[in-house]
C-alpha cells in the first residue's frame, strides 16, 4: 500500500515540478524555432536545411541587442507531430518566429497551428503553393510548384522531344500530388495532346517494390516518366525501372535533391534529372559566392540547395525582425511581406503577394555518380 | 495483358513472396515451439541489414564476412532478446510474454534510430547478385533466383533438422508439451534458445536478400515487413516451415499480382495481407499447411 | 453516516473542486500545460476502455487504432468547416453533403461515438471469436484494414494527405469531462451483474459458460461499449491535433494504450489515469533528453530518439519486474485514503 502511495506523491511532485521548470523565467534571449525532419523518411531534406540554418546563426547570432536562441523540434517526417512541433515550439518554448519546414504537407500541418497564434513562419523549401495560400502568417523563400511543374514539362518537351509521359505519384504527399497535376498540365498543354499523359500510376511514402506500378507504366512505352516522390522512393524506383529493361529518362523535382538519391540508386541513379532551387555552380548574387566558401569551411563540402535555403530563411527572419524593430508577431509579419530584394544566396528574393518569392530554377542531373549542373530557368 | 506482361508480373511476385518466404520461417519456428508471436521478429531483421551494412561500410570487411558476422550476431540478438525478456515471463500469463515481445519491438526500433540516424543507408548490392537476366521478355535479376534456391535449401535443411536429428526430436517435444519435456530429462531452456537462434539466423539472411533488393535501409523498415511475414505464416500454417514458404509466396504473388490486374487498385494493396489473415482464420485456422494445435481447456 | 455515504459525499466534493480546478487552469495555465493534460484525459478515456476489454473481460485487443481513426475521422469531417475541406480536398473533391456539412461538438461527438461503437460491432464479430494471440492479431489486423480503407476513400478521408485545420474544439472541460464520465460509467458497469459477468469470462471462459453466462454476448457488450468511449476519445484526440492522417492511427498507437496500462497495472481503474498521468508527463518531461544536456560545465550533446530510448528500457523494466504496474488490480477508495490517514478505523468490510 505505502508503495502505490510514494509513488502517487511522486507522481503529483513531478507534475507539480515541471509547472516552475516549464514556466521559469528566461534569460534575455530572443527565441527562434526551427521545425524540421531529422528522422523519418524526410530526414536528408531536415538535416541538409539544418546545416544552413546552423551555418547562417554562426553568422549572425544577435538581433536587437539580444542573441538569438535557435530552438530545433524533430517533426519526424510527421503531419501529426509537425503540428506538435509547432504548438510546443510556440507554447513552451515561446519562438517570436519559425523557419521550417522540408516538406510540404509538414509546414501545411504546423502552419495550421502557427496561423492560430500568430507567429510568423518562413519555409526554406515546401513547394506546395497551399503552404502559404490564404495565410497571413506563412512565407517562403523558394519557388513554388506551378513554376517547378512547367519547369520540367517544359525540359521534357523542349529538351528531349518527348512526346509522351507517365507519371507515378506519392500519394500520401501533398507536394508529389500538387507536383504531378502541374507537370500533367503544363505537359499537355506544350505537346497539345490531352492523351499524352499515358501512363498515372502512384505509390504510398514507405513503399519499396514498384514493379507492378512500373510493368505497367514501362508497357506503354512512354518516352519520360516524372516521378514527383522523395528521394529514397525515387532511387529505388529508378532501380527497378532499369532492371524492367527501361531506358528513357526519368524526371523529377526538388525532393530528389539529396546525396541518398546516388548512394542508394547506383548505377540506376545515372541520367536522373530534376529541378532544384540552387547548385553553387549556379550562384548570382555576391552572398552567393561568400556561402560556398563558408560551407566549405564548415562542412568540407560543396554545398546543397536545403542548405542554401535554411541559410536565407533564418537570415531573412533576422532581417525582417531587425526591419520591424520588436519581436511582435504582427510587426514581423508585416516586415517580411515588405521584403523587396534581399540578398540571399539563393538569389534576390523578393516577396509577392501570396507570401513566395520569385526565383529561378535549376536542372540538375546525375552524372558519373555526382550531381552535374545542367541550367537555370528563369520564372 | 499479354503473356510476357503476366510473366513479369508472375516473376515480380515470387521474387517478392520468397524474401516473405524467408523471414517467415523465422517467424513459424519461433511460434510453433514457444507459441509465441515474436513483434520483434522484424527489427531483428533490420538489425541484421543494419550489422551487415556496418560490416562493410565501417569495418570495411569483404562482403561475404560481413554478411557471415551479420547473421551471427544476429543469432546471439535473438538468443539474447530471448534470455532477458522472454524467459523471465515464462511462467507468466501468456499475455505478458506478447506485451514483452512488444516492448522489445519498440526498444529495437527506437535504439536503431538513435545509433544509425533516420537518414535512410544504402545497402551495396555485391556484383554476384546484380547480373540481369530475360527469358523471353521477361527480366528478373539472378538474386530472386538465389532467394528462391536459399528458400528451398532452408527448406530441406530444416526438414532434415527437426524430422532427422535428436535436437530436431527434442524441439518437436517442447513444442508439444513443455512439462512434459522437462520431465524426460530434455534441456529445455537450451532448445528454446536454439530455436530463437536458428530463428534470428534465418531473419538475418532474409534481411540481407531483401536488403540487397530493396537497397534502402531504415530502422523502421522492418515494422510492416515482420507484420506481413508475419500473416504469410500464419496463412500457411503456422508452425510448419513449407507452411510459411507456401504463405510468403502467396502474398508476395498476390500483392503484385492485384495491382497488375487492377492498377487503379494500387493503395489497396495493403489490404490484402490483412484480408487473407481473416479469410484464413476462419476458413482453416491451423492455416493451409498447419497441424492442429490442442487448444488446452 | 455510514462509511458509504461519507465516501460518496467525498467522490462528490471531490468531483465539484475538480471542475473548479479545471476552470481555473483553463484561464490561467500556460497553453502547453493545458495541452499535455488533455492530452492525460483522452489517454485515460482510452486506457480505461481498453481495460474494461482486457482487464476486465480478458481480451487482449490490438484493435484500439483503428476504432481510435473512427472516432477521429467522423469527428473531423463533422466539425470542419466547408472552406477548410475544400482546401484539404485538393486530389479529388470531398463528398457531398459531408463537404458542406459543419456541425457543432457535441452533435459530432456523439455521432462519432456512436459510429464507433457500430464498427466495434462489425469488428468484434469475427475478433471475439477468438482467444489469446489469435484474438490480437485479428484485431491488429482489422485496425490495419481501417487504416487501409481511410487511405483509399480520398473523397471522404482525402485519404493520405489527411485533414488539415481541424477546429481545435477540446478544451479541459471537454477532455476531463468526458473522461470523468467515462470513468464513472465503467467503474458503474464493473460492479454491477454484467461486470462481474466479465470478470467470469476473463477468469475461465469454459467455466462461465457453463454456468449460463452468454459468453460471446458479454464479451460484445464489453466491447461495444468500450467502443463508444474510445470513439469520444478519438474525436477529442482530433480536434486536439488539428491535423490527422491514416498513418497517425497505425497499430504502434494501439502499443501505446497497452504501455499505458501495463505501467498503471491491469485491471485497475485508478490505476489507468495513474498510467496515463505518468506516460504523458514522462513523455514531455523527457524532451530535454533529446537536445543538449548541461550538467555543470560538461554538456552532453543531444540525440533526437533517446527519449523514446529511455521509454522503451522503462516500459521494458516495468513489463519484466513490476508486470502488476502502479496499482496492480486494486483501486483507489476513500476508505483506503481515511484509514491510512488514521481518521478512520480499519474495518471488516470489502474494499471498493
Known sequence: ?379 | MDLTLFLQHLANGLSLGGLYALIAIGYTMVYGILRLINFAHGDIVMMAAYFAFYGIALFLLPWPVAFLLAIIGTVFLGMGIERVAYRPLRDAPRISVLISAIGVSLLLENVAIVAFGGRPKAFPRPSMFAEQWEVQGVRFNNLTLFIIATCLVLLVAMFILVYRTKTGRAMRAVSRDLEAARLMGINVNWVISLTFGLGSGLAAIGALMWAMKFPQILPLMGVFLGLKCFIAAVVGGIGSVPGAMLGGVILGVGEIMIVAFFPELASWKYLFAYSLLIVILFIRPTGIMGREIQEKA | MSKNTVSKILTLISLVVFVLFLLWAQQNLNPYLRRIMILIAINVIWAVTFNLVFGYTGQFSLGHAGLIAVGAYVTAILTMAPAQKEQNFFLAPMMWPLSQMEWSFLPALVTAALLTAFVGFLVGIPSLQFRGDYMAIVTLGLAEIIRVVNMNLQTITNGSLGLKGIPSHTTLLWSWGAAVITIAFIATLVKSSYGRAFMAIRDDELAAGAMGIQVFRHKMIAFVIASFFIGIGGGLYACLLSTIDPNVFIFLLSYQVVTVVVLGGVGSITGNVLGAAVYVSLFELLRPIDGPIPIGPVTIPGQPGMRMVIFSIIFLIVILFYRRGIMGTSEFSWNWLLTKLGIWRESAGVQE
Open chain 1, 1 to 379: 500500500m505505502s508503495n502505490k502511495l510514494i509513488v502517487l506523491l511522486v507522481v503529483v511532485a513531478m507534475l507539480v515540478v515541471s509547472v516552475p521548470v516549464v514556466g521559469a523565467a528566461e534569460p534575455d534571449v530572443i527565441k527562434m524555432g526551427v521545425f524540421e525532419p531529422m528522422t523519418g523518411a524526410m530526414a536528408a531534406g531536415g538535416e541538409q536545411t539544418w546545416e544552413g540554418i546552423e551555418l547562417a546563426k554562426g553568422q549572425k547570432s544577435e538581433v536587437l541587442g539580444k542573441p538569438i536562441e535557435v530552438v530545433l523540434v524533430d517533426n519526424k517526417s510527421e503531419k501529426v507531430e509537425a503540428a506538435n512541433a509547432m504548438a510546443r515550439l510556440i507554447d513552451a518554448e515561446g519562438v517570436v518566429g519559425v523557419v521550417g519546414s522540408y516538406g510540404s504537407s509538414l509546414s501545411m500541418a504546423g502552419g495550421e497551428v502557427s496561423e492560430k497564434a500568430g507567429i510568423p513562419v518562413v519555409g526554406c523549401s515546401p513547394t506546395n503553393p497551399l503552404v502559404t495560400k490564404g495565410k497571413a502568417y506563412y512565407f517562403r523563400v523558394c519557388f513554388i510548384d506551378p513554376f517547378q511543374g512547367a519547369v520540367m514539362a517544359k525540359y521534357a518537351v523542349d529538351d528531349l522531344d518527348a512526346k509522351t509521359a507517365a507519371i507515378i505519384q506519392d500519394v500520401a504527399q501533398d507536394y508529389s500530388v500538387g507536383l504531378s497535376f502541374y507537370f500533367r498540365e503544363k505537359f499537355i498543354e506544350l505537346t497539345g495532346d490531352p492523351k499524352s499523359v499515358v501512363a498515372f500510376s502512384s505509390y504510398q511514402t514507405g513503399d519499396q517494390d514498384f514493379t507492378a506500378q512500373l510493368t505497367d507504366v514501362i508497357s506503354k512505352n512512354p518516352d519520360v516518366i516524372f516521378s514527383s516522390g522523395y528521394y529514397g522512393e525515387a532511387a529505388l524506383l529508378a532501380k527497378q525501372a532499369r532492371e524492367l529493361g527501361y531506358e528513357g529518362v526519368l524526371l523529377g523535382g526538388d525532393a530528389w535533391d539529396a546525396p541518398e538519391l546516388i548512394e542508394i540508386g547506383g548505377d540506376a541513379a545515372e541520367g536522373l534529372t530534376f529541378s532544384t532551387h540552387y547548385d553553387p555552380q549556379g550562384a548570382t548574387t555576391p552572398a552567393s559566392k561568400q556561402f560556398v566558401d563558408l560551407y566549405e569551411a564548415k562542412y568540407g563540402r560543396a554545398p546543397n540547395a536545403f542548405a542554401a535555403l535554411g541559410y536565407d530563411a533564418y537570415m531573412l527572419l533576422v532581417d525582417a525582425i531587425e526591419r520591424a524593430g520588436s519581436t511582435d508577431g504582427d510587426a514581423i509579419r508585416d516586415a517580411l511581406a515588405s521584403t523587396d530584394k534581399f540578398e540571399g544566396v539563393t538569389g534576390w528574393i523578393t516577396i509577392d503577394t501570396d507570401h513566395n518569392a520569385v526565383k529561378s530554377a535549376v536542372v540538375k542531373t546525375v552524372k558519373d555518380g555526382a550531381f552535374s549542373f545542367l541550367t537555370i530557368v528563369e520564372p
